[in-house]
């Protein structure tokens, strides 16, 4: 095993045994709680150097504290978001647009891109949304009283969705679903081919929707202009991998969470069963308790940051699930309280780079959730099964086996 080498510039005393990826808690393991091992490190430094906190094991500085995060993410030109995230995998340096541009080239790519997702758009989604929730949920309870959430219900409707907007209908559903689970939780050889199969299948796209435009993303994005010309390849890449692997895994997985959250907590799942005008609320506190994200920032110059050393360079952790556990932010950060009020997690993020389909993300949710609770009487975790958790640069769960019979 290589030695893990801490920088000469971070002080011996920063330094915490911690990763997201291999601490205690982030392992794959049945009933686990990743989330409740994270909140742990509010009883620690409010920043700290982890020497391995990354898909690709490269020490990160480890922002704790909401506060500092929010700070850190709003300063974009100090900490850039270019850090070729899925492009490093194929040993290239583009970034997912508008992800990882900073400004000033972030604002005319976000300023493109918001009509599609906009409060109003999502409005216009939200028949079809609820006729797939529907369609599925009623698919289940007539053939069965359990089922595998994940597999059955929460991906096939989240992905579903996406798909959608992408124009293509659920036919390679499940194929999509093994490359957005490769490239975000394999290994680095499952990673690569995942990879380069995503974006052999963007190309295919754009090129498709060159030759045969439709009323949907890819062609909106082919026919865009930005500064009175067309979008280049690697622009048309960044954007369409990017609303790929959003639509894969983090809606899904929130779901997922949610959901065992209440088959555990039969009290609360029947509060919302009988006042379901409550679930919007209750969703946000549940994306507060269960945020999956990690978002990852590079140094662009020399700075002390709160006591902290960081190097032109330096990668930087902001983890939503760290900060949204925050006691200074939350009062009883670890009590999951579905009437709280004035939440303000940052489950989506926080800053210029805030997630561009957080209102596609929250109506999917709640829906789900709306239509879950009305037709699938008292659920709860099947006996003798367990669901399993991960860490890692997004939080995951398989094998959730919902029963009510």
């Not at 270019?82 to 000033?104: K, M, Q, T, V």
Request: net charge negative; proline share 6%; aromatic share 8%.
């Amino acid at each position: 095993m290589a030695t893990i080498r801490v920088p000469e510039h971070v002080p011996p005393e920063m330094v915490k045994d911690f990763s997201l990826f291999t601490s205690p808690g982030m392992e794959r393991m049945p009933n686990g709680d990743p989330h409740a091992a994270v909140a742990c490190l509010h009883n620690g430094p409010r920043i700290f150097y982890s020497p391995c906190n990354t898909r690709d094991g490269r020490g990160t500085w480890v922002i704790v504290r909401a506060q500092d995060q929010r700070k850190l993410l709003q300063d974009t030109g100090t900490f850039s978001s270019h850090r070729s995230l899925f492009a490093s995998a194929l040993g290239e340096n583009w970034p997912l647009i508008p992800l990882e541009l900073d400004p000033p080239a972030h604002s005319v790519f976000r300023s493109l891109l918001n009509p599609l997702l906009s409060p109003r758009r999502i409005m216009e989604l939200e028949p079809a949304v609820r006729d797939r929730a529907i369609a599925l949920i009623s698919k289940i309870s007539a053939s069965s009283t359990s089922c595998d959430i994940l597999t059955d219900f929460a991906f096939p409707f989240a992905v579903s969705i996406f798909l959608r907007l992408l124009g293509l209908s659920d036919e390679r559903l499940n194929t999509f679903v093994g490359w957005g689970k490769d490239l975000l939780h394999g290994d680095g050889i499952r990673r690569t081919a995942a990879a380069r199969t995503i974006l052999a299948f963007i190309d295919e796209l754009a090129a498709m929707r060159r030759k045969e435009p439709a009323d949907d993303f890819m062609t909106f994005v082919v026919q865009a202009k930005v500064d009175g010309r067309l979008l280049r390849d690697q622009e048309i890449h960044g954007i369409g991998v990017l609303l790929f692997v959003a639509g894969l895994d983090t809606v899904a997985t929130a779901i997922g969470f949610d959901l065992a959250y209440l088959a555990r907590n039969p009290t609360e799942q029947e509060l919302l069963r009988s006042k379901p005008d409550r679930i919007v609320l209750a969703a946000e506190e549940l994306l507060r308790a269960y945020s999956t994200v990690q978002m990852i920032r590079v140094a662009t110059k020399d700075i002390n940051f709160e006591g902290a050393p960081i190097r032109k360079g330096d990668y930087i952790s902001c983890a939503t699930m760290i900060a949204n556990r925050d006691p200074v932010e939350f009062e009883n950060p670890n009590t999951i309280d579905l009437a709280r009020e004035d939440n303000r997690h940052t489950a989506f993020a926080y800053g210029p780079h805030r997630c561009l389909g957080s209102h596609l993300a929250r109506r999917e949710i709640v829906i789900g959730l709306e239509e879950w609770l009305s037709r699938i009487p008292d659920f709860r975790i099947k006996d003798g099964t367990a669901p399993i958790t991960y860490g890692g640069h997004v939080f995951g769960m398989e094998n959730l086996i919902l029963d009510w019979s």
